[in-house]
């Protein structure tokens, strides 16, 4: 199937495959176009099939990611996704040999994933049989993998300052989001702003809006993150139907 990838002159026209029909999050949706057109003239690629699903990827240099990472000349993988009825029919292989198609001159390409399945992010099962290797940990069960092109590559590595999963504010719920998912920007000013406050929860919001915040973030995963206390919870987005299901322990250990 066809491949598009969005440019200036045509991401007005053309969908980002999420949030796609999902009303609630229009505001979101414009707001990842924008991010988008942003990052452009740093490299920053995003390609679809051309279809009307969730089936894409987006990638760019690392040194210019909006993640905490140290992984120079390196390509890293922000967002891949294939979804519903496209599954299983070699779209994310194709996908991906895009990325290694113009990743030919670079060291080689990292992916942020976790130790195990988990919600808005990459599975590294895909990547371990396309040859990435462990590189790096950091807490509770975020991983760095690479795949190096050159014998030469410097080992990528998660930068310090995401390696322990705490952040600088230690009273309360915190959230952490980018406008890189078109998901945040309801649920969190809008949903879990009314949740947090029939709940009683104090609600401190920090909308992450530069690359220099995002590259020293408090976890190597920056689109949406959760803290309770000064802790890392989850990067799952939060809404009414899911919110006990990560704070409620939390904060009655």
Not at 18 to 27: N, Y
Not at 162 to 182: F, M, S
Request: charged fraction near 25%; hydrophobic fraction near 35%; include cysteine.
């Amino acid at each position: 199937m066809k491949i598009i990838s969005l440019t200036d002159e045509n991401i007005a026209d053309e969908h980002i495959c999420c949030a796609i029909s999902d009303k609630k999050c229009r505001e979101g949706y414009e707001a990842k176009k924008e991010w988008l057109m942003r990052q452009s003239d740093d490299g920053f690629v995003f390609k679809k099939l051309d279809v009307r699903g969730k089936v894409f990827i987006e990638y760019g240099p690392a040194e210019h990611a909006w993640s905490p990472i140290e992984a120079p000349g390196y390509l890293l993988i922000n967002c891949f996704w294939v979804s519903g009825k496209y599954k299983g029919q070699g779209h994310g292989k194709q996908l991906y040999r895009e990325c290694l198609k113009d990743a030919a001159d670079k060291n080689g390409i990292v992916v942020v994933t976790a130790n195990k399945k988990q919600p808005f992010m990459s599975d590294k099962k895909f990547f371990q049989k396309q040859g990435f290797q462990l590189a790096d940990t950091a807490e509770p069960y975020f991983e760095l993998w690479a795949k190096k092109l050159k014998s030469t590559a410097p080992a990528p590595q998660i930068k310090a300052c995401a390696k322990r999963g705490r952040c600088d504010q230690k009273n309360g719920l915190t959230v952490y989001y980018t406008n890189g998912c078109p998901f945040t920007e309801y649920y969190v000013n809008t949903e879990l702003v009314q949740v947090a406050g029939e709940k009683g929860l104090p609600l401190k919001i920090v909308n992450i809006n530069t690359r220099e915040q995002a590259q020293h973030h408090f976890v190597p995963y920056t689109n949406y993150t959760v803290f309770y206390n000064g802790k890392f919870i989850t990067q799952h987005i939060l809404n009414r139907k899911n919110i006990d299901r990560f704070i409620t322990a939390d904060v009655e250990s």
